[in-house]
Each structure stands twice: as structure tokens, then as C-alpha cells.
């Protein structure tokens, strides 16, 4: 894995270092659905650039790898879920959540066609984005919660959800979780939620940023601009006034229905951000119950970032170009 990362990095297009006077920056995202709206929005409404960084998104299939990559420094910081974070820290790496950008579940469970009950999924195949991930995590509970003990099914690591949706279809599997807003792909395909997990009022740390803590301590005005960018895009989406320029240039990433992408974003801009985006601390403390890891919560995140910004009533001033 630590060659096809780094093979990936040499691959991947470079930000120049210092454009203009701006500090580069490799950032990566280990996801392709609307939790990738706010870095979208603050790289094409340069908001980066506005607080002095240029920034280089770098995608990877998968928490895992993007793991990797942040351990190695290649990419310290990045979109990524809180699983990855606690999976790895528990095992020495220094990584840690430094914002929480979705801080509940954000799946649906979708089922097979003819999958009416629980007790059908028995024996039967399920897809996730890689193991130990938040789509893993997600789909244990989810079975746990219908009565169903994951070792009773079959978990294929087969990629993002534009993958598992079409295995999905295809028969390869029968079940699986997606997003909200990409779920409403398989509905108009047919297929249905058995259980939607973001009605659900349960906590968990999903996804948000993560660092590399050795880095992070030493680039401590690097990661206070990457996050003001963050709190400043969340500020362009709460505003009713810029829903259409949202609107469109989301599209350019999620080439959605015009109707789909409009309630993806409003589930994602009224259930799941918030303005300053702190790590939720129940929800972290629910994975490491979950995991049966008993280090305590506070090895994992790191919230002092975003308090500052709430502190100082950033957001009052952070209006876009």
C-alpha cells in the first residue's frame, strides 16, 4: 500500500511551492460525495488563496490510503473519517481530528431489490469503501442495529460509491451503504434504504479533518489557514443568497440531476454543517466504545483550531470574493 500511495503522489499534479507568495500545501480527500463540498468551494472561490495557501487536492480510493499518505508527511493534512484517525492513532501513528465536518451518520443502508427483511441478508455479500473505514463502520452497525451479526455476511472492499452502487446493480453484492444525496441515485434505480442511518440521532465522528500532529506542531499557521478557508466556505454555504452559485459549481464535481444535487445539499447544509465545524467529542467517544479501544478520547482530536475561530468570531468576517 505505502507504493501504490506513494506512486499515486509522484503521479499526482503538484501545487507550485510558494505560487505568488502563497504557502503550498497537499491536501487529500479520501472521498467523492458532498462531504467534499466545502474544500471544492473554498478551492474555486479561492479561499485558499485569500488566506495564503495554495492547495493541491490529491483523491485516493479509500481512508486507508489516505492514511498512508499523512503518516509518510507526503500529505499531512486531509478529508478523511474519524475511524481512519482513531484506527491509526491507536496504533502509534500521529494523526488526529482537528475539525469535525460531519458529526452523525451520513448513510442510507441500500438493499438488493428483493431484500424486504433484515434476516434475508444472511450469508449474502456487502460492499464497503475499504476496511476500517466509516462506510465499515457504518455497515457493522447498521446490521448490528437490524438484528444481523456481521459475521454472518461477506464485506467486500470495492471502492467509492459511484463502485458500490454499481455492484449494487450488477448483482455483485447485496447490500451496501451511500451518502446522502448519492442515495438518491439508487432510489430513482429502484433500490431502497432498509435502515436510513442519518435519521438516526445517534453521534459518530464521520468525517471531517485530520493532520499529522508532528506536522501540525510545527505549521501551526498553515493548518489556521486551511481552516479559516473551511469556516469561510461553511459561511458561503449557510448564506440563502449563494444557493445557485453553490449550486453549479458542485455540479462541476457531482454531475448529479439538477433535483438531486439541490436536496443533497440542502440535507448536507441543514442536518450535518455546522459553521465552526468542532470535532464531536460523543461521537468519537462512540467509535472507541464501539472499537473497544480504551485510550483516552482526547489522544484523538484536537479542537483548540476551531475553538480560536469561534473565540474570535471569525465567521462574522469571513465573506467571500
Do not use: C
Request: charged content about 15%.
Amino acid at each position: 500500500m505505502v507504493l501504490l500511495v506513494l506512486s499515486t503522489l509522484v503521479a499526482a499534479p503538484r501545487a507550485p511551492a510558494q505560487a505568488q507568495g502563497l504557502t503550498s500545501l497537499n491536501f487529500s480527500m479520501s472521498s467523492h460525495n458532498f462531504d467534499g463540498m466545502l474544500v471544492w468551494i473554498a478551492q474555486d472561490k479561492h479561499l485558499f488563496e485569500k488566506y495564503g495557501l495554495s492547495v493541491n487536492i490529491i483523491e485516493f480510493q479509500g481512508g486507508a490510503k489516505g492514511v498512508v499518505a499523512m503518516a509518510a508527511g507526503e500529505v499531512p493534512i486531509g478529508s478523511i473519517g474519524a475511524t481512519d484517525i482513531i484506527n491509526a492513532r491507536s496504533r502509534g501513528i500521529p494523526l488526529q481530528m482537528i475539525a469535525g465536518v460531519i458529526n452523525k451518520f451520513a448513510f442510507d443502508f441500500m438493499v438488493a431489490k428483493n431484500v424486504t427483511s433484515p434476516a434475508q441478508l444472511k450469508g449474502t455479500k456487502g460492499a464497503i469503501s475499504s476496511f476500517g473505514g466509516s462506510s465499515d463502520f457504518a455497515i457493522r452497525y447498521a446490521l448490528t442495529t437490524l438484528g444481523i451479526n456481521p459475521q454472518e455476511v461477506t464485506l467486500l472492499q470495492v471502492g467509492d460509491e459511484t463502485a458500490r452502487l454499481a455492484a449494487l446493480q450488477s448483482g455483485q453484492i447485496q447490500f451496501t451503504v451511500l451518502s446522502a444525496g448519492i442515495d438518491l441515485v439508487a432510489f430513482d434505480l429502484g433500490f431502497k434504504p432498509l435502515l436510513k442511518l442519518y435519521a438516526l440521532d445517534q453521534p459518530f465522528a464521520q468525517s471531517g479533518v485530520g493532520v499529522n500532529t508532528a506536522w501540525a506542531n510545527t505549521h501551526p499557521t498553515v493548518v489556521n489557514s486551511f481552516l479559516r478557508a473551511i469556516v469561510a466556505a461553511m459561511v458561503f454555504v449557510k448564506n440563502p443568497l449563494n444557493i445557485a452559485a453553490a449550486l453549479a459549481l458542485i455540479h462541476k464535481y457531482l454531475p448529479m440531476r439538477d433535483d438531486q444535487l439541490k436536496q443533497g445539499f440542502e440535507i448536507y447544509r441543514d442536518r450535518f454543517f455546522s459553521v465552526y465545524p468542532l470535532v464531536s467529542v460523543p461521537g468519537m467517544e462512540f467509535i472507541l466504545h464501539e472499537r473497544k479501544i480504551t485510550q483516552p478520547v482526547t489522544d484523538f482530536y484536537d479542537n483548540s483550531y476551531v475553538q480560536s475561530l469561534q473565540n474570535a468570531n471569525f465567521a462574522a468576517t469571513a465573506g467571500t470574493p
